[in-house]
């Protein structure tokens, strides 16, 4: 029998070698897609916010029922229970005609005084950055030390656990993992602290590295000079999600003695600010 090109067989085998080979390019098509499609590292969308406590004719005005701008205070604890203030005031301002005026209460014993406005709904993670911009204004005629002025926190977790930035002994900042038994305190290196200055507006800039490891990180800027540079842990956990901000007086941490704090034109977000 005579072999010939066109024989049915021989057209067959053809086809199938064509369907063999595109289905190849096909499948190599489709990894290299997968391959380009698959997801990247975690990059979190953008996230700001920020208020210079304009825009609002009384303190409710800060809490409209969207959940768009603040979402309430702590004015809780202290000798004087109730008399603790969280109020727009024009008493002092850094920008326009209106700031935050925090006043709490000496606290006594366990009974911690607190004075502060609180931003929820947050969703900082591991990995995640956060950056933080303030004004604030101490009085002068008392001692600062242990005030609590600033909390990234989770309320997931029991007392609500997290990094805060407060004055230690000395007026001098420092940080703390509060409220969860693991996590180092964050201090300036002794020789080289800087004092709060007191009846100014200070800006205060934070920024932090999220990790429940020692790879996390938390820079503080006072006025543009860095004070704190610290590497450690802080998240409490692996799989916390810091949900909740406060800033004021967000506790006042000696005994005898009211703590006021102004706050203006204040801004959080995952990018640097
Ligand atoms: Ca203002």
Redesign the pocket.
Known sequence: MTHTPSSPKSSRGHWWWLVGTATLIAAAAGGCYAWAARPLPATPKAFVFRD???SAAKTEDLFPSDASRWNGTQRDGGLTSGKNIVALTTER???????LKCVASPSEGNNVSKADIERTGLKFTKGDHVWFSGYFWLPGDTDASLTFMWDLETTELRNSPGRRLYLQDGEFFASDLGKWWTGKKFRQPPGAQVKFPKDQWVQVKIHLVLSETNDGRMQVWQDGKKVLDATGKTLPRASTVYDRMQVGVTANGRPGRAQTVYV??VVLSNRPI
Not at 93 to 99: L, P
């Open positions: 210079d406590f304009e301002t850094h920008s326009g005609r209106q700031a203006d034109d």
